[in-house]
């Protein structure tokens, strides 16, 4: 008895504890509405239309955009230019959304110079429809996770978190438009390298990179459009000249821009975007400008190496273009005797399970194991140049082992030819210049498979 009065008193405890929780607890407010931070400006971010930022550095730039809420910024000063978006936008963002950490003097009279207030890190000063204001950010708290702030013509300072220093924080160079040139890569349609006496040009069609000169060939789509997606993402390491005058050789001559190493032209439509190259500076980067403007700038010296390779490293390596799956037809040549081998169609489909086989129809009909033609498909597309040479003098070509013409697509054809010189595989795509050398490994096992 004893037990079960005590159990019952346990519960009723329980309950009127768990009856108070609820009453109480449901007259507070949520939580999400009790803590929500409060924001340092009462403004939307596409409200803002110029920004004055005075960096670290003592840079003081403006930037400004002629609509509210467009991300097309302009650099006003020191200089003329286009700004960098992002970066301009981000500030923007950033001070619409700012949250007060924590407020450390409410109203009455501070000493700024407390929180390093008076000599401020850095200022961004805005302007809307209503007026300006700026965010005055001082010295860090001792724990490095925030920075003391306040509002320029108040005496309340408050904390704001560190992190946002690298978006606020900008100089002059950052909210500049650094592009090397200004163009999109997919609307490229040529690109044309040149050098002392050698130009390397590309064409673009039908979404395929060909080289057009020194030689014509096929190029490496991949090669070709990632070198076209680095220069347009390149930007300048560095401002030489602001404004120089580009017809007088004399100002041009210290960069040696006045008789560039190299001129770089990528066309888009009707645009042409012409990068001119001349020396190294002292830091190891290149001397450059895009000859639109009047500014020298410096650039990477590793794009630089890139756009000098030669011809050969653009070339496209793959012998053949057609792949295992989309071959319909296969025609060798080897030692005098012709072979022809087609993709067909089964009227019994359990024969084969994508219902299609391959038939030698040449020099006779006949069916072919299925593992045997795949092996050979696959040798022959896996085939790849390792480097080129400019004649085919010397390459076994003119007596091959091999030749072989592939169809495949939508009625495509190509034809490939293998040759052997002294201990020297080469092989060349249709009557594409010179003549690729190949892995004698990867010609025996392409020979074999043949052969089988």
Do not use: C
């Not at 110079?113 to 809307?128: H, K, M, N, Q, W």
Request: aromatic letters at 8%; hydrophobic letters at 40%; charged letters at 25%.
């Amino acid at each position: 008895m004893r037990g079960l009065r005590s159990t019952a008193l346990m519960l009723t405890l329980f309950l009127a504890l768990g009856g108070y929780a609820y009453f109480i607890e449901s007259e507070r407010p949520p939580a999400s509405a009790a803590d929500a931070p409060e924001q340092a400006f009462d403004l939307e971010s596409d409200a803002i239309v110029s920004l004055t930022v005075t960096a670290d550095n003592g840079d003081i730039t403006e930037v400004s955009r002629e609509t509210p809420g467009d991300d097309s910024w302009t650099v006003t000063a020191p200089f003329t230019a286009t700004a960098d978006g992002n970066a301009a936008s981000a500030i923007a963002n950033s001070l619409a959304s700012l949250e007060v950490r924590r407020v450390v003097v409410e109203d009455e009279a501070a000493d700024l110079s407390l929180f390093g207030l008076s000599e401020p890190a850095f200022t961004v000063a805005f302007d809307t429809e209503e007026g300006t204001e700026s965010l005055v950010v001082g010295d860090e708290t001792p724990t490095g996770s925030d920075r003391y702030a306040h509002v320029r013509g108040t005496a309340r300072v408050f904390l704001i978190a560190s992190f946002l220093e690298s978006t606020l924080n900008r100089t002059s160079f950052d909210l500049r438009d650094r592009s090397l040139l200004e163009f999109t890569g997919p609307n490229v349609g040529s690109l044309v390298i040149e050098q002392d006496a050698s130009t390397i040009r590309f064409g673009k069609a039908d979404g395929e990179w060909r080289v057009i000169d020194p030689v014509t060939a096929r190029a490496d789509f991949g090669i070709v459009e990632a070198l076209v997606g680095r220069i347009g993402s390149a930007e300048m390491v560095a401002v030489e000249r602001e404004s120089i005058d580009t017809t007088q050789g004399s100002d041009l001559e210290p960069f040696a821009l006045d008789d560039p190493q190299m001129t770089v032209t990528v066309e888009t439509g009707d645009e042409r975007h012409v990068l001119l190259i001349g020396d190294e500076s002292p830091d190891g980067t290149v001397y450059s400008r895009d000859a639109s403007r009047s500014i020298v700038f410096t650039m990477d010296a590793a794009l630089f190496d890139d756009l000098a390779r030669d011809v050969g490293t653009y070339r496209k390596k793959e012998l053949f273009d057609f792949r295992p799956f989309n071959a319909t037809g296969v025609t060798v040549v080897r030692d005098g005797n012709s072979y022809r081998f087609e993709k067909g169609t089964l009227d019994d489909d359990a024969n084969s399970e994508s219902g299609e086989v391959w038939r030698q129809t040449e020099p006779d009909e006949r069916t072919v194991e299925q593992p045997a033609l795949d092996n050979l498909l696959a040798k022959l597309s896996g085939l790849r140049a390792e480097s080129f040479v400019d004649s085919r003098a010397g390459t076994g070509l003119d007596a091959p082992l091999a030749t072989v013409t592939a169809t495949f697509g939508d009625g495509q054809e190509e034809v490939v030819t293998i040759g052997w010189s002294g201990d020297t595989h080469h092989a060349v795509h249709g009557d594409e210049p010179g003549a690729g050398i190949v892995d004698s490994i990867a010609i025996d096992e392409a020979l074999g498979a043949i052969d089988a």
